[in-house]
């Protein structure tokens, strides 16, 4: 299951600098990941401050 960023995100980049796969991208208003590219790593949940990451 790929994950999801809820709106509790604060645009910090954290995630995005963490994916192996480059699966996240700025969006508007908050990061967006690409669920097609995303891998269900986890990493991008473990380096978030504030646990926007959620796995669908």
Do not use: L, R
């Amino acid at each position: 299951m790929a994950y999801k960023i809820s709106d509790d995100c604060i645009s910090c980049g954290a995630c995005e600098a963490e994916c192996p796969v480059s699966a996240i991208a700025e969006g508007d208003g908050k990061y967006e990941i690409d669920a097609d590219a995303c891998i269900s790593c986890g990493s991008c949940e473990g380096v978030c401050p504030v646990g926007a990451p959620q796995e669908e």
